[in-house]
């Protein structure tokens, strides 16, 4: 389902192909085929989604009539707002994402505004420039191309009607959910101990939302845990599917063209506020550096009964636990790592709680993940995840050393997200 890991598979989406055909074309100045691909690109892509929308409506309709409900009322909220998630879907499988920074649509109607310009189909030109602005109002020169076409060419852009359904069909989609603020949860803490913490509201649902989509573009099964494969023993169960992608890798599909700069840029910001989140907290003296990062989802494989307590057993971060409760701080444990942080951007339907025990393993803390909760601690503590018994759990792990030799550069890294940043968009062209 993601556009981006069946184009390296060589199963590339019809739609991406043309789309990357127009752009082609754009950079060759040949506005005849641009317009050609670029107008094919968009009528796929949408077609795309309405027969998505169209199968959650099939889908909802079917699960109304084959089940019986006590309450008519209450079955038919539940109808509504499993269509409305579902039809979501539509829009995060396929790269659309209106109203971002950089989305995958607007982007099209860049480049297709530029080339009917440059054939001298004015009214065309300006009725994609002004429906781009509908989903991108942030691109200063596009707007003043719309404004351009009207006072030097006297033409007025109106919205087209592909854009102008497409519009209306993800509002009354996004009407299905309840309201979603974006806003941060106010801070609070859920446990504290002298090395360990638990709190709320570190990031917000919409913050939540763009990494969990970045995940399901990019995160490759049992990244960072191949080591795990036929040891008997891995940090996620058999009824498990553990998907990853690192920050570093995130920046060099970035590199490639295959994300958006701003979903890299918030994933590098979110290790940056939990990092100082830890410091401030337990008020280090000593500087922490970034060890290792890992955005991870696990997901309960449908079909399959859980057998197992743990996703990932009780272990500690720098050392190996003995049978008598001791911790041996000795290779091939990470004994660099002296601080640990979890950054949750969901809550599982069922299971998947993480948790602190003594050496004895006896749970003594316990947290529930939610969006933008965070928990912090010692690399020697005892901690673990219960297994998902239902639904997906998306989390950035991060580890701390205060050992600068061992650390991730992460100056180097925000310089190539900037060096990124420049070379993604569109050439912006003023007519």
């Keep these: ?54 199968q959650c409506t099939y889908k909802y309709d079917k699960l109304s009539s084959e089940h019986k409900v006590e309450s008519f009322v209450s079955a038919a909220g539940e ?50 420039a002004y429906s781009y602005t509908l989903l991108h109002s942030r691109n200063n020169i596009v707007n003043d191309n719309v404004q351009l076409f009207t006072s030097q060419f006297g033409v007025t852009g109106t919205v087209r009607e592909d854009i102008a359904e497409f519009l209306k069909n993800y509002k009354s989609d996004k009407a299905l959910l309840p309201e979603d603020k974006g806003e941060k949860s106010e801070e609070s803490f859920i446990f504290e101990t002298k090395n360990a913490y638990g709190s709320k ?31 008997g023993s891995s940090p996620y169960t058999s009824h498990e599917m553990f998907k990853g992608v690192e920050l570093t890798r995130a920046i060099e599909l970035l590199e490639e063209g295959a994300i958006e700069v701003e979903e890299v840029q918030l994933y590098l910001d979110v290790v940056k506020a939990a990092k100082s989140h830890l410091e401030n907290k337990f008020k280090l003296i000593k500087p922490l550096y970034v060890d290792y990062i890992h955005l991870v989802s696990r997901s ?18 720098n050392c190996l ?26 809550s599982p339907k069922q299971g998947g709680e993480f948790v602190i025990t003594d050496n004895k393993f006896k749970v003594t803390q316990s947290l529930t993940p939610s969006c933008g909760s965070i928990v912090g601690f010692s690399a020697d503590v005892f901690h673990g995840v219960k297994a998902v018994q239902q639904g997906d759990r998306y989390a950035i792990g991060m580890w701390f050393t205060h050992e600068i030799s061992r650390a991730i550069d992460m100056d180097y890294l925000q310089r190539r997200i900037d060096a990124a940043r420049e070379k993604q968009s569109p050439k912006k062209e003023e007519l």
């Excluded at 184009?7 to 739609?15: A, D, H, N």
């Excluded at 979501?88 to 209106?98: A, F, S, V």
């Excluded at 996703?311 to 500690?316: D, L, R, Y």
Aim: charge should be neutral.
């Design 1 to 54: 389902k993601q556009w981006y890991q069946r184009r390296v598979r060589g199963m590339e989406p019809f739609y991406h192909t043309q789309y990357r055909r127009g752009s082609e074309s754009y950079t060759k100045e040949e506005w005849g085929p641009c317009v050609y691909y670029l107008d094919s690109a968009l009528e796929n892509i949408l077609r795309s989604t309405n027969l998505c929308r169209a």
């Design 79 to 128: 109808i509504v707002r499993t269509t409305g998630q579902c039809r979501q879907h539509c829009y995060e499988d396929l790269p659309l994402r209106p109203f971002t920074n950089s989305p995958y649509l607007a982007s099209m109607l860049e480049y297709l505004q530029f080339c009917h310009y440059k054939l001298g189909s004015m009214q065309e030109a300006a009725d994609t």
């Design 201 to 231: 509201g570190l990031i917000s649902g919409k913050e939540c939302k763009s990494l969990i989509y970045m995940s399901k573009e990019l995160s490759v099964e049992n990244d960072g845990y191949h080591h795990f494969k036929d040891k």
């Design 300 to 317: 309960a494989i449908e079909g399959t009964e859980q057998d197992a307590e743990y996703s990932h057993p009780i272990h500690a971060d």
């Design 321 to 346: 636990i003995q049978k008598d409760g001791t911790c041996n701080k000795a290779k091939p444990a990470f004994v660099q790592r002296d601080w640990s942080a979890i950054v949750y951007l969901n």
